[in-house]
């Protein structure tokens, strides 16, 4: 076989490959994919890990960018926001403080040299910073399908009318599906 017709064959296979996503088989991947990452964003949100929740969300849209995974990114910094709001409503100030340090502890390192701040204020900050990101991510779903993006909305938004005390704990169920 000559050199040329070896590349085209290449070049044929890469192209189908490509195409693969078209008959549903990468289609279906991206979908258990992502399946998984909410399942373990779920499960961050629930203890209370909001920097993991986050982690996995951002990694979602590196591997696979669409206005699905940037909306699952806006749905975690509202639900911190809302944790917020809810803690200070409470006054549960210790609480607030841990939040604090869950999003601001990155590596080991972190514990010799540890982030400060008061509660209050980190509560201010982790705020302003997280409703500034919410608006950013959710402008880019929209961007890139904003039909997608609307349904995403309405779901999130029945999951919050059925859940006002608490649906910052999890993703919608709908989701999960």
């Not at 203890?47 to 849209?61: E, K, P, S």
């Not at 609307?150 to 999890?170: I, M, S, V």
Request: net charge negative.
């Amino acid at each position: 076989m000559s050199r040329v017709l070896l590349i085209g064959l290449f070049a044929l296979l890469v192209v189908l490959g490509e195409r693969g996503a078209a008959f549903g088989e990468a289609g279906a991947t991206v979908s258990a994919t992502m399946r998984s990452a909410l399942g373990k964003a779920n499960l961050f949100l629930a203890a209370g890990d909001y920097r993991r929740a986050l982690d996995v969300c951002q990694r979602q849209i590196d591997e696979a960018p669409s206005a699905s995974t940037y909306i699952h990114l806006t749905y975690v910094y509202q639900a911190i926001d809302a944790y917020l709001e809810h803690l200070s409503q409470e006054e549960q100030w210790m609480a607030v403080e841990h939040l604090y340090l869950n999003l601001a502890y990155r590596d080991t390192e972190d514990l010799v040299d540890p982030p400060g701040g008061l509660a209050r204020m980190a509560k201010e900050m982790i705020q302003s910073s997280v409703r500034q990101q919410s608006d950013v991510s959710a402008a880019m779903a929209a961007r890139l399908d904003k039909a997608e993006s609307d349904r995403l909305w309405q779901e999130q938004a029945r999951w919050r009318a059925a859940n006002p005390k608490t649906w910052w704990q999890g993703i919608p169920n709908v989701w999960m599906r």
